[in-house]
Nanobody, 129 residues
Framework: QVQLVESGGGLVQAGGSLRLSCAASGLTFSSKTMGWFRQAPGKEREFVAAIKGTGGSTYYADSVKGRFTISRDNAKNTQYLQMNSLKPEDTAVYYC??????????????????????WGQGTQVTVSS
């Protein structure tokens, strides 16, 4: 049974930082592309960042490039999202996702929900102005 469990969300002032974690179990973690998506109230879920199984390549939405950093520790079956210079528009529920390499990277579906098979329950990030 695959489980993805996010943690690290919370309330922070604009300009502050948070680090999200996603602990995975029940899957071959190092073979999976890991992604972060977010969903703000009244909006569709959107891509934030993704990282290849080997950790060698990372991908970001333009809205977070230069402020957020995705990383992973395959020995701990955990991925991270370091979020700096947070803005009120970053307020959302953040979701962790795992998908196969061929679909996410080879077929280029890493920015789309359809690229991923497994999802966490989400963690709330609220940025106050």
């Amino acid at each position: 049974q695959v489980q993805l469990v996010e943690s690290g969300g919370g309330l922070v002032q604009a300009g502050g930082s948070l680090r999200l974690s996603c602990a995975a179990s029940g899957l071959t973690f190092s073979s999976k592309t890991m992604g972060w998506f977010r969903q703000a109230p009244g909006k569709e879920r959107e891509f934030v960042a993704a990282i290849k199984g080997t950790g060698g390549s990372t991908y970001y939405a333009d809205s977070v490039k230069g402020r957020f950093t995705i990383s992973r520790d395959n020995a701990k079956n955990t991925q991270y999202l370091q979020m700096n210079s947070l803005k009120p528009e970053d307020t959302a529920v953040y979701y962790c996702a795992a998908g196969p390499h061929y679909r996410t990277i080879v077929n280029g579906l890493f920015p789309y929900e359809s690229g991923y098979d497994y999802w966490g329950q989400g963690t709330q990030v609220t940025v106050s102005s």
